[in-house]
């Protein structure tokens, strides 16, 4: 309450009037007007129960609220009867009358605000209408604050009785109960070398961040670290599966080096558990699916069990370790980016794994998809002469993921592959006219079954049409059927292709293979069933992208640049419809962004891609690769920002950045962002400085870009 309506409230005199001589009638009377008034409230609950008691039954609700009162009001009585004596036999101790309006709020704030234990009893002042219906509730997953806040003239005798009262409280038994229950229960269950029934007892947080108990560790009065390695930890039931279903904040979890068994524990609601260490203990029977929905898994590490089954489909972009070797898992390892990206060594010793990562067994023909796994159904089309349907579903056929649907069979002798290094090709004679079939990937496949795959049309452009390819097993590529490409010869092309195929990064489209002639150059990528930054921002399709996703996908596509520049190549062709999006549906994890056609400035010319429309293309000057680059990333950036799509520059300035930098150069203004997002006031700070940065990428001097490692510093300094 501000001053003037404490005064209405409790019907008081402003003290300002003493000094002025006005309304010195009620003056004398203020005092015991804020007694009966404090007198008044404290009648409130027992008028409340009195009514609930009339209606003739009390609901949870109810119970609830009368028994957070009585304890209130206890709690007060106690505190008061520490202090100095009141004033006036009221339940409640009342100050002497304070000398100013403000003192009167803060005294009345402190009678009425009383704290019950497990729910803030605000003040009429205090009411917050966003927090108004969380309190309605006891909350038991927050720190308690103190229950009052002392008046800093009180002496120290006071003080230290309070303080006293406030320790012998315990936050954890009173507000955690549940977490201390789960470890109890766990101590019950286990025999160990550490002895935990004599050493979890009481407290497990004996302070907000620090426990005495074996193996636990806190924050903030929560559990958060389970670390019990090596101490001959065993059972001789299962552990429930359902054990740490309370540990809601646990971020770390290890029991490595131990003699466990039964099943893996199930680790459903634990959205913030980091690390996972179960290995070489007995654990059997599969790995639980619910661990693919963990949102922070860093580190899972499951080796030396006797687990079974399949593996799950982990795509978390946060896992950055996994281990599941020396095991008795079988099928193929799922066709996700991220265990994709693992080597062999993390599936070894489990004789039924195959799969494609180098080192593995290939799967038989036509395995069992995985229960997780989704067939999207094959669709006729394109308008492509029969002759170039059959070469691009041969080649599609031809790719990594093509071994969890087929097996080779003994091709004619004089059509055995041998190898060259990393890449596989098909024995010809080395003519400019013959074609070669390249992969990146370990298996080469015959030609038979190459009619059963069908492809569709999902793009035309100037540097030649996408097809995706859909084969009889359900694995999906995408086919990039190359066209008016640089008179670059088989062997060129060859080798930019090896290069750009072993630069790996999650934030790039991978190329699987390719194959060249004379007449013809076909990439194949993974396929990603996602929607261009371009449809997303200017023709209406898939969400609303807010500041906050803006910003993460800008810091993703510098990533991948950066990824790029380190491995000496470049994207080349960087806009928008280039930036492919993957969004959650009904979840508030970040998009995530994939780049394509990178790599081809040097088999297309320039004026085909991107980088041709920097100024010192447009004006026929030598183009440098990398701050080509940074100029096709400003020009990304505003787009992102502005909303506008970007147009090619031109001799007039009519481009997208020549409008922002006319723009900016006045006056910043909210006219230049977005619709969507011009109403994140709390962004505008950031957008104005991406704005800024994305200026300098677009300098008209390429000398004057800063590189790709100075944007990627901007951007985190910016939005971290």
């Not at 309450?1 to 309304?23: F, H, I, Q, W």
């Not at 039924?352 to 067994?361: A, E, K, V, W």
């Not at 492809?455 to 540097?463: H, M, P, S, T, Y």
């Not at 992102?640 to 910043?668: C, F, N, P, Y």
Request: negative net charge; proline residues 6%; glycine residues 6%.
């Amino acid at each position: 309450m501000a001053g003037r309506e404490v005064r209405e409230y409790t019907n008081l005199t402003d003290p300002k009037d003493k000094k002025s001589g006005k309304g010195k009638d009620r003056i004398d009377d203020e005092e015991i007007t804020f007694q009966r008034m404090v007198a008044k409230m404290q009648e409130v609950a027992g008028e409340r129960g009195g009514y609930l008691h009339g209606r003739g039954a009390l609901d949870s609700d109810d119970l609830l609220y009368l028994k957070e009162q009585m304890e209130a009001e206890e709690k007060a009585e106690r505190f008061l009867r520490q202090t100095a004596p009141a004033s006036v036999p009221l339940p409640l101790r009342v100050e002497p009358k304070p000398k100013s309006g403000i003192r009167q709020q803060d005294l009345l704030k402190r009678v009425v605000a009383v704290k019950a234990k497990t729910q803030g009893v605000a003040a009429p002042s205090d009411v917050d209408p966003s927090r108004e219906a969380s309190n309605q509730q006891p909350s038991k997953k927050h720190r308690p604050s103190n229950d009052y806040d002392l008046e800093k003239g009180k002496s120290s005798t006071s003080s230290n009785k309070v303080g006293e009262e406030t320790k012998s409280d315990n936050p954890t038994d009173e507000f955690f109960l549940d977490e201390r229950d789960a470890l109890i229960q766990l101590r019950d269950l286990v025999t160990s070398s550490s002895n935990l029934h004599v050493n979890w007892t009481e407290r497990a947080c004996i302070s907000a961040n620090q426990s005495i108990w074996a193996g636990v560790g806190c924050s903030d009065w929560h559990v958060t670290h389970l670390v019990l390695e090596g101490i001959q930890l065993t059972s001789s039931l299962p552990l429930p599966p359902m054990l740490f279903q309370n540990l809601t904040f646990l971020t770390k979890l290890s029991f490595t080096n131990n003699s466990l068994h039964g099943p893996l524990p199930d680790l459903t609601n634990l959205v913030h558990l980091q690390y996972v260490f179960l290995s070489k203990n007995n654990f059997s029977g599969s790995i639980p699916y619910t661990y693919i929905d963990l949102p922070e898994l860093t580190k899972l590490e499951l080796q030396e069990n006797e687990l079974s089954g399949q593996i799950p489909p982990f795509n978390q972009q946060t896992l950055i370790a996994f281990n599941v070797s020396s095991n008795q898992l079988g099928g193929p390892v799922p066709q996700t980016r991220v265990l994709q990206s693992f080597p062999e060594s993390s599936y070894a010793n489990n004789l039924g794994l195959c799969g494609s990562i180098p080192g593995m067994s290939s799967c038989p023909l036509a395995p069992a998809p995985a229960p997780s796994s989704f067939q999207p159904p094959a669709r006729a089309g394109g308008g492509l002469q029969p002759w170039s349907i059959a070469v691009i579903a041969a080649t599609a056929l031809l790719v990594g993921l093509s071994v969890l649907c087929c097996y080779i069979r003994k091709a004619k002798e004089k059509d055995e592959p041998e190898v060259v290094g990393e890449v596989y090709k098909e024995k010809a004679d080395d003519s400019e006219t013959s074609m070669k079939l390249e992969f990146l990937e370990r298996p080469v496949f015959e030609l038979d079954d190459l009619l059963r795959s069908a492809a569709e049309v999902i793009g035309r452009g100037k540097l030649g049409t996408t097809y995706k390819a859909v084969l009889d097993c359900g694995s999906v590529v995408a086919v990039k059927r190359l066209e008016n490409v640089k008179a670059t010869s088989n062997k060129e092309f060859a080798q930019q292709m090896q290069v750009l195929g072993n630069i790996k990064h999650q934030n790039l489209a991978e190329i699987i293979s390719f194959y060249h002639s004379k007449e013809e150059k076909i990439i194949v990528y993974d396929y990603v069933d996602d929607q261009s930054l371009f449809t997303m921002l200017h023709e209406g399709q898939g969400i609303a992208l807010d500041w906050t996703s803006r910003a993460t996908i800008i810091n993703e596509i510098a990533t991948a640049l950066g990824h790029l520049h380190r491995n000496s190549a470049s994207h080349g062709n960087l806009k928008s419809s280039n930036v492919l999006i993957h969004t959650a549906a009904g979840t508030t994890a970040p998009p995530r962004v994939r780049l394509t056609d990178y790599g081809l400035l040097g088999i297309a010319p320039p004026q085909m891609l991107a980088a041709g429309r920097t100024p010192e293309a447009v004006a026929g000057k030598r183009l440098n690769p990398r701050m080509a680059d940074v100029y096709c990333l400003g020009i990304v950036v505003l787009e992102m920002v502005t909303g506008r799509a970007a147009k090619a520059a031109e001799s007039s300035g009519d481009d997208l950045s020549g409008w922002v930098r006319e723009a900016v150069s006045i006056d910043w203004s909210t006219d230049i962002v977005d619709m969507q997002i011009v109403g994140e006031r709390e962004g505008y700070e950031d957008m104005l400085k991406l704005t800024e940065m994305a200026l300098q990428c677009t300098d008209q001097s390429p000398e004057r870009r800063p590189e790709i490692s100075q944007v990627l510093t901007m951007i985190q300094d910016i939005i971290v």
